[in-house]
């Protein structure tokens, strides 16, 4: 999942703390990982603007496919109508490109709603708000500066109708365990009836998953070794990050795509501000990121642990992609 970005001193500070606590617990660990919601420095965010545009990251391209094409079919699934009032809540501000497409339907079909982006980044806030000013003007906007949940909790009080949008397969980077934690807890604050639409990447030959976590051009790999830098910057550590090479793996059996940095040399990692270090073997593996790709029985191995069942299924012309409507039971 993407980190939320800093607002303040504090929250810089026990953001500072939890990005220390996570990089000693993955480096320590027998088999070593690094979190990938700490990827999303300013770097980082550009490279992942990068990745958006690549040849081989079908994703955005497919998630978005689908809202330039189907809107209206997305409309009707959610089971919106034009006189009843409702929320379309968003989780993560992004640059809004697809959600655009959504919003333009909805004000010609003259929908009655609020469109609230939630956001930790009031800066990102501002940019979308801006820009939807600019192109979708009789669309009212609520930004929502906060922690998704908070945020979530103040809006349950209230009996509108909700519909939240999780988009580009953000979910993908969590583990099954902590998706479910993260849906269930969506759930616990919505009413019956409330909907989640859901983005999320496809199960899909190696051929084509592998290549978006391998592009030609290096961009994945500056992504995942950005992360060895952030540390070194941050945290004060001494990576070499010429010794760290980029190594993606897929197992279609399983759905996940795994990133992985291998250390190309025996050698020790010191990290000051943990004042500790690290020993890596030449070819050991730390994993950086998994991007799971779901199909209707995982998505419903994880949703019976919560109050959601899927209620339609929407993909792109290429079936890589799938925005599932979910209602809240
Ligand atoms: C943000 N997330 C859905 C991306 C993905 O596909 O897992 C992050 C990413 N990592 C490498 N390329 C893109």
Redesign the pocket.
């Given at each position: 999942m993407?980190a939320q970005k800093t607002i303040s001193n504090t929250e810089n500070r026990s953001m500072i703390e939890q990005f220390k606590k996570e990089v000693d617990e993955g480096l320590s660990g027998d088999i070593k990982s690094l979190p990938s919601k700490f990827f999303y420095d300013k770097k980082g965010d550009a490279l992942?603007v990068e990745?958006m545009h690549l040849p081989e990251?079908y994703?955005t391209r497919s998630e978005h496919e689908i809202f330039k094409e189907k809107s209206e079919t997305i409309i009707e699934a959610l089971q919106l109508h034009p006189d009843t009032y409702f929320e379309l809540i968003e989780l993560g501000a992004g640059d809004g490109l697809k959600t655009k497409e959504l919003l333009r339907a909805l004000d010609k079909g003259n929908y009655s709603f609020d469109y609230m982006p939630v956001d930790i980044s009031q800066n990102a806030l501002d940019k979308l708000e801006a820009d939807l000013n600019q192109q979708l003007e009789r669309v009212s906007i609520k930004k929502k500066q906060g922690d998704y949940f908070e945020v979530l909790e103040s809006l349950k009080e209230n009996q509108h109708p909700k519909v939240i949008l999780f988009l580009?397969?953000?979910i993908?980077?969590m583990p099954d365990d902590v998706a479910t934690a993260f849906i269930g807890k969506l759930s616990d604050n919505l009413h019956i009836g409330d909907k989640l639409l859901l983005g999320v990447d496809l199960i899909k030959p190696a051929s084509i998953v592998l290549p978006a976590?391998d592009d030609s051009q290096g961009v994945?790999a500056a992504?995942n070794l950005n992360l060895l830098e952030r540390i070194n910057s941050e945290l004060e550590a001494d990576f070499d990050i010429d010794t760290f090479e980029h190594q993606p793996e897929y197992d279609e059996s399983d759905g996940i795509a795994r990133?992985f940095l291998v250390s190309t040399q025996s050698q020790d990692v010191y990290v000051a501000k943990l004042d500790k270090k690290y020993h890596f073997q030449k070819g050991e593996k730390v994993l950086m990121?998994i991007?799971r790709k779901y199909n209707d029985v995982i998505l419903d191995a994880i949703l019976s642990e919560t109050a959601f069942v899927i209620s339609t299924r929407i993909t792109d012309s290429k079936a890589y992609f799938a925005n599932y409507v979910l209602e809240r039971q």
């Amino acid at each position: 999942m993407k980190a939320q970005k800093t607002i303040s001193n504090t929250e810089n500070r026990s953001m500072i703390e939890q990005f220390k606590k996570e990089v000693d617990e993955g480096l320590s660990g027998d088999i070593k990982s690094l979190p990938s919601k700490f990827f999303y420095d300013k770097k980082g965010d550009a490279l992942f603007v990068e990745i958006m545009h690549l040849p081989e990251y079908y994703v955005t391209r497919s998630e978005h496919e689908i809202f330039k094409e189907k809107s209206e079919t997305i409309i009707e699934a959610l089971q919106l109508h034009p006189d009843t009032y409702f929320e379309l809540i968003e989780l993560g501000a992004g640059d809004g490109l697809k959600t655009k497409e959504l919003l333009r339907a909805l004000d010609k079909g003259n929908y009655s709603f609020d469109y609230m982006p939630v956001d930790i980044s009031q800066n990102a806030l501002d940019k979308l708000e801006a820009d939807l000013n600019q192109q979708l003007e009789r669309v009212s906007i609520k930004k929502k500066q906060g922690d998704y949940f908070e945020v979530l909790e103040s809006l349950k009080e209230n009996q509108h109708p909700k519909v939240i949008l999780f988009l580009g397969s953000n979910i993908g980077n969590m583990p099954d365990d902590v998706a479910t934690a993260f849906i269930g807890k969506l759930s616990d604050n919505l009413h019956i009836g409330d909907k989640l639409l859901l983005g999320v990447d496809l199960i899909k030959p190696a051929s084509i998953v592998l290549p978006a976590y391998d592009d030609s051009q290096g961009v994945t790999a500056a992504f995942n070794l950005n992360l060895l830098e952030r540390i070194n910057s941050e945290l004060e550590a001494d990576f070499d990050i010429d010794t760290f090479e980029h190594q993606p793996e897929y197992d279609e059996s399983d759905g996940i795509a795994r990133s992985f940095l291998v250390s190309t040399q025996s050698q020790d990692v010191y990290v000051a501000k943990l004042d500790k270090k690290y020993h890596f073997q030449k070819g050991e593996k730390v994993l950086m990121e998994i991007s799971r790709k779901y199909n209707d029985v995982i998505l419903d191995a994880i949703l019976s642990e919560t109050a959601f069942v899927i209620s339609t299924r929407i993909t792109d012309s290429k079936a890589y992609f799938a925005n599932y409507v979910l209602e809240r039971q």
